[in-house]
């Protein structure tokens, strides 16, 4: 499990957890790294809109990962495609944001490459949450972390157990 608790419903900062169980049978979830992260521009939402620059709150699945470059060996069915390239319109600091990314599953088509524009609930819902690679500031609704916080999860998350994200500002989390 991923967890990313929010500095608050709307700051930008968050933290990125990864959790593990231990054993086969046992249940208990036990920390394996933490990364510093970013999540929305303008925080966190629970009703998450187009262009609102809020990462939705909730638990969603992860069940697809891609990026500009090659695959570091993720175990997420990955999709390698310059198309996923951030535009060079936007500033410099953000030309890598998705070299790696792994599809949040909001208001998207399951098994389909990260950047499919399949928008099951509409396009006013929004879509294209992933989690990407930082930039060092808030995002449009995503949530980044460091290239090696990025890589280290395409390499660990495993499809077989049904890796989920838990997202949101600590105050949504606690309720």
Same mark, same amino acid.
């Given at each position: 499990?991923?967890?990313?608790?929010?500095?608050?419903?709307?700051?930008? /900062?968050?933290?990125? %957890? @990864?959790?593990?169980?231990?054993? *086969?049978?046992?249940? &208990?979830?036990?920390?394996?790294?933490?990364? $510093?992260?970013?999540?929305?521009?303008?925080?966190?939402?629970?009703?998450?809109?187009?262009?609102?620059?809020?990462?939705?709150?909730?638990?969603?699945?992860?069940? /697809?990962?891609?990026? %500009? @470059?090659?695959?570091?060996?993720? *175990?997420?069915?990955? &999709?390698?495609?310059?198309?996923?390239?951030? $535009?060079?319109?936007?500033?410099?600091?953000?030309?890598?944001?998705?070299?790696?990314?792994?599809?949040?599953?909001?208001?998207?088509?399951?098994?389909?490459?990260?950047?499919?524009?399949?928008?099951?609930?509409?396009?006013?819902?929004?879509?294209?949450?992933?989690?990407?690679?930082?930039?060092?500031?808030?995002?449009?609704?995503?949530?980044?972390?460091?290239?090696?916080?990025?890589?280290?999860?395409?390499?660990?998350?495993?499809?077989?157990?049904?890796?989920?994200?838990?997202?949101?500002?600590?105050?949504?989390?606690?309720?």
């Amino acid at each position: 499990m991923v967890a990313v608790y929010g500095d608050g419903v709307n700051s930008a /900062d968050s933290t990125v %957890v @990864l959790y593990t169980k231990t054993g *086969k049978t046992d249940s &208990t979830w036990e920390k394996a790294r933490t990364w $510093p992260a970013h999540n929305g521009k303008k925080g966190w939402t629970t009703d998450h809109r187009e262009d609102d620059k809020r990462s939705p709150v909730g638990v969603f699945t992860l069940t /697809d990962a891609g990026g %500009v @470059l090659a695959d570091p060996g993720a *175990k997420l069915p990955y &999709t390698e495609s310059v198309s996923m390239q951030a $535009p060079h319109y936007w500033p410099k600091t953000h030309w890598h944001d998705f070299d790696y990314v792994i599809a949040i599953d909001y208001n998207r088509a399951k098994g389909t490459p990260p950047n499919d524009p399949t928008r099951p609930q509409g396009q006013t819902k929004g879509g294209s949450i992933w989690l990407h690679m930082d930039h060092g500031s808030g995002t449009s609704g995503c949530v980044s972390l460091s290239k090696s916080g990025m890589a280290y999860l395409l390499r660990t998350l495993d499809p077989k157990q049904h890796p989920v994200v838990v997202m949101g500002d600590k105050t949504n989390l606690a309720t």
